[in-house]
C-alpha cells in the first residue's frame, strides 16, 4: 500500500511560478530516491529532476536547469519541484517516483513506485 500523491498543479502564465508536492506513505522515504517526470500529450514521459537516496546528488535536465528545484521534507515524507520561470513548453502532466537506494536515475524503468500525476498547464 505505497501511495504517491502529487498535488500544486494548475494553470499558470508564464513566468510564473508552481510548487509542486509528492506526498509519500507506506515507505521508508529516506532510503528512497525521488524522482521527477512529465509527458505532454503525444510526447515521450520525459525526466526532469532526481535526487539519490543519500541527498548527496541532484540532476536536472537540462531544460529546467536554473528554473526547477527539486527538494524534500523527511518530517513530511514529501517531495517537492519548486518551477520558476515556467514557460509553455512546461505543459505536461508531472509525476513523482520513488527507487529504494537509487542514484538519482533518468531512466523510468528504474523506480518502484509512481505517483498519479499533476497537471501543469502554461499559458502564453
Known amino acids: 500500500q505505497v501511495h504517491l500523491v502529487e498535488s500544486g498543479g494548475g494553470l499558470v502564465q508564464a513566468g510564473r511560478s508552481l510548487r509542486l508536492s509528492c506526498a509519500a506513505s507506506?515507505?521508508?522515504?529516506?532510503?528512497?530516491?525521488m524522482g521527477w517526470f512529465r509527458q505532454a500529450p503525444g510526447n515521450e514521459s520525459e525526466f526532469v529532476a532526481a535526487?539519490?537516496?543519500?541527498?548527496?546528488?541532484?540532476y536536472y535536465t537540462d531544460s529546467v536547469k536554473g528554473r526547477f528545484t527539486i527538494s524534500r521534507d523527511h518530517t513530511k515524507n514529501t517531495v517537492y519541484l519548486q518551477m520558476n520561470s515556467l514557460k509553455p513548453e512546461d505543459t505536461a502532466v508531472y509525476y513523482c517516483?520513488?527507487?529504494?537506494?537509487?542514484?538519482?536515475?533518468?531512466?523510468?524503468?528504474?523506480?518502484?513506485?509512481w505517483g498519479q500525476g499533476t497537471q501543469v498547464i502554461v499559458s502564453s
Open positions: 517516483a520513488a527507487d529504494s537506494y537509487g542514484s538519482g536515475s533518468r531512466q523510468r524503468y528504474e523506480y518502484d513506485y
Open positions: 507506506g515507505l521508508p522515504f529516506s532510503i528512497y530516491a
Open positions: 535526487f539519490s537516496w543519500d541527498g548527496g546528488n541532484t
